[in-house]
């Protein structure tokens, strides 16, 4: 009998074929998921959840009367939205919400600006922006990456998973501000 020493033990090896095949089946779950959502611009009777976001602060933003949508900031299999909610710019209502039943249930309420992080799972921003598009004609998307330049812009916004705006990281509220006025007025100028 011989003594195995702790060099010759045989390595853990990582099965890259079953880990790729995993994030495949977990990808083909989420567009399943995305296409059996049933959303509806608008409703019978517009109220507002009194707190239908996961974010656990009260919003640092209370507006009053606005004429701005509801800025539903889609935190899908992140916390980033969640977290850096303080760059947003002020004057508008956020709601943070991170399941797609959430977002389902606040576009039924009421005409919104949709923000999503296309660098978390670009597969999912694409189906939602295609299917709010054709479901919810009145609520805007905005995609948020770290490199988008005004030509990928131009490019995506011309397939049918194109947003009505895009901003590149980093957050600034001055910045973001333009963009949300920008795309409200092209909004209110095509109505």
């Known amino acids: 009998m011989s003594v195995i020493d702790e060099d010759d033990k045989p390595t853990v090896q990582l099965d890259l074929k079953a880990l790729r095949n995993k994030q495949l089946k977990q990808e083909e779950e989420l567009a399943s998921i995305a296409s059996d959502l049933e959303f509806r611009a608008g409703s019978s009777s517009p109220k507002r959840p009194h707190h239908a976001s996961t974010h656990k602060k009260p919003n640092p933003y209370p507006v009053k009367k606005s004429k701005h949508p509801i800025v539903v900031l889609f935190d899908f299999e992140s916390t980033f939205f969640g977290k850096a909610l303080a760059a947003f710019p002020k004057g508008y209502h956020y709601e943070v919400c991170s399941s797609l039943g ?82 409200l007025i092209v909004k209110s100028i095509a109505a």
Not at 117 to 144: E, F, G, R, S
Not at 152 to 165: L, N
């Open 102 to 183: 959430e977002l389902n249930k606040l576009l039924k309420q009421k005409p919104a600006l949709v923000v999503f992080n296309y660098d978390v799972n670009p597969k999912a921003v694409n189906q939602l922006t295609t299917q709010i598009k054709q479901k919810c004609p009145d609520t805007l998307t905005v995609i948020m990456a770290t490199s988008i330049s005004e030509k990928k812009a131009k490019v995506h916004a011309a397939t049918p998973a194109g947003a009505h705006g895009y901003y590149q990281f980093p957050l600034i509220a001055e910045k973001i501000e333009g963009e949300f006025q920008r795309i």
